[in-house]
């Protein structure tokens, strides 16, 4: 018999999301919540991406929380080990630690309409019960590896880019990488020195924008450190810079787009001099549709010698091969995925079941992720999401949404303090009315006419990740609660 807990809120996960939200309800005062973590530590993206290379593409200064500025980044771009430092940092400062639960996996959550409640399973057997439900369990969590023919019979060592094998010497190795995407971008040109020889599967070609990263220079740093409102507005700077990126996505900025293209086929052209290969690498739609990259080295290590890439999908994985597209053999000892994660299909597992039973993988399965601001679910009381649904960012720091949800969940939850009742629904018109606005802005999108299928599109095809338009928009959005888009239910006392 697994034990009982009992919070006001329960939020699941420890990445920026899980403890951003713990912070916004500390600092109003709220301190019985509990965290559930499935790993040992927190960190979430920036705890398992340890491959070589690992490093936002958002500058640091604006890709941490607006409340824990942090004068020491070492780079524009830091690397994995010091975000997942300054995570613990910001974990460490609240005393987030005494409030988490390691190795808590959340299995499912019921809604018990009666006591207004959610029930939340563990994995271990242990039943959280809370009034609100704060999921903050990741958009980009759960690798994904491809079904290639014949991969279980491979004798060599495979592993994810997301768990990846430290202890497996690469060097003197011959590897193959399938996939070309954020993450292969950045670990191809740390392993392709080390290993023999590197066979480099691509299905399509990501458009790559050279990398404005440097080191920070001490005199900023201490700059930083003793004047803390200048790092507020060089922060504010890389905010605004950042989010004009924002004109070129959306409406109308399909030209904008196509003239940044030039600047992307200049980076391929100065690095790599094979004409077959540079027209191999160059992608045949509009910058944008896909996510775009940043990088000065991965275009020259595409062009070293023991450097292939091959461009005809992989055929079948033999024991010790793989056999391409052309039907051409590769030797191989060790198969690397950069593969990225499940997306819209990531709360398949999950069974959360919200009013009259209903169950929310399934409901999201059949008609797509349909939320009110990403946040909230029509059917589904006192149940929040941060980074949910359409609110992912391919042009700015998705920490600056993750703050305004958070701060919108608190709000909502003093809402519902306020009226002395127990809990808030979403009225589904006002959920239907989000949804229809975000498809009717996404269609005029470079990601549906851009002539590419991305990751940011569900099983029906529909892009159900990403906010169309600029971010400060959504933060007025999300400024106040609009008590109007919800139906308050129960009263305070409610057990
Ligand atoms: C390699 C990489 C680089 C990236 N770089 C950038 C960037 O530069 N800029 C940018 O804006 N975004 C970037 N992203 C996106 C990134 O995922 C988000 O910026 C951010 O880290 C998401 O935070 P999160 O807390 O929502 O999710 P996560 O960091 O994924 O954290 C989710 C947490 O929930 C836990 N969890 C999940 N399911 C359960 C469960 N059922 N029970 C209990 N615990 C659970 C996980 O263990 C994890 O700790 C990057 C992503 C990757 C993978």
């Known amino acids: 018999m697994g034990k009982r807990t009992e919070a006001e809120v329960v939020i699941v996960g420890t990445g920026f999301s899980g403890l951003g939200m713990a912070v916004q309800l500390l600092e109003r005062g709220h301190r019985d919540f509990v ?26 200064h604006m890709y941490s929380f607006s409340f824990a500025q942090n004068p020491e980044w070492t780079r524009a771009f830091s690397p994995q080990q010091e975000i997942w430092d300054y995570l613990r940092g910001v974990a460490d400062k609240y005393d987030l630690y005494s409030h988490i639960r390691f190795g808590q996996e959340m299995t499912g959550a019921r809604w018990d309409p009666e006591e207004h409640r959610w029930h939340v399973a563990t994995r271990g057997g242990d039943e959280f019960a809370a009034r609100y439900l704060v999921n903050g369990l990741g958009a980009l969590h759960l690798p994904q590896i491809p079904e290639l023919d014949g991969l279980e019979n491979f004798k060599g060592e495979t592993f994810h880019s997301a768990t990846w094998n430290h202890d497996y010497d690469l060097r003197g190795k011959r590897v193959a990488v399938v996939g070309t995407g954020a993450s292969a971008i950045q670990f191809i040109p740390r392993i392709a020195p080390e290993v023999a020889q590197l066979t480099v599967f691509q299905r399509t070609p990501p458009w790559v924008l050279p990398k404005p990263d440097h080191e920070v220079p001490d005199w900023a740093r201490t700059l930083f450190r003793k004047v803390p409102a200048l790092q507020t ?24 787009m196509k003239l940044t293209q030039r600047l992307g086929k200049w980076n391929i052209d100065r690095s790599v001099e ?59 000892d060790a198969i690397i995925f950069g593969t990225g994660f499940h997306v819209t ?48 960012l391919g042009h700015n720091s998705v920490v600056f949404m993750i703050e305004s949800q958070a701060r919108y969940v608190a709000e909502a939850i003093e809402l519902v303090g306020r009226t002395r009742t127990a809990g808030i629904a979403t009225r589904p018109e006002v959920q239907e009315r989000f949804n229809a606005t975000m498809q009717r802005k996404l269609a005029k999108g470079v990601w549906t006419r851009g002539g590419c299928r991305s990751w940011y599109l569900d099983a029906q095809g529909v892009n ?9 928009r959504y933060w007025l959005a999300t400024r106040k609660v609009a008590a109007s888009d919800f139906e308050l239910i129960g009263t305070a006392g409610d057990k």
């Open 274 to 332: 094979d004409p077959a290969l540079r027209a191999r690498l160059t992608p045949d739609y509009v910058l944008g549709c896909k996510r775009v990259l940043l990088s000065n080295d991965y275009y020259p290590a595409l062009a070293r010698d023991n450097v292939d890439v091959r461009t005809d999908g992989v055929a079948e994985v033999r024991e010790h091969s793989i056999v391409d597209g052309a039907g051409v053999e590769h030797e191989v």
């Open 345 to 392: 299909d990531a709360f398949e597992n999950l069974e959360i079941v919200g009013e009259g039973g209903r169950n929310l993988a399934k409901e999201w399965a059949d008609e797509g992720m349909r939320t009110h601001l990403g946040i909230t679910v029509a059917g589904f009381p006192n149940l929040f999401f941060l980074l949910g649904p359409n609110t992912g």
């Open 35 to 60: 965290i559930l973590e499935k790993a040992a530590d927190v960190g979430g993206t920036w705890r398992d991406n340890t491959y070589p290379g690992c490093a936002c593409d958002i500058q640091s």
């Open 233 to 256: 507005a060089y922060r504010d700077l890389l905010y605004w810079s950042l989010e004009s990126r924002a004109v070129g996505y959306n409406n109308g900025g399909l030209t904008l």
């Open 464 to 472: 159900r990740t990403l906010w169309p338009g600029f971010t400060w």
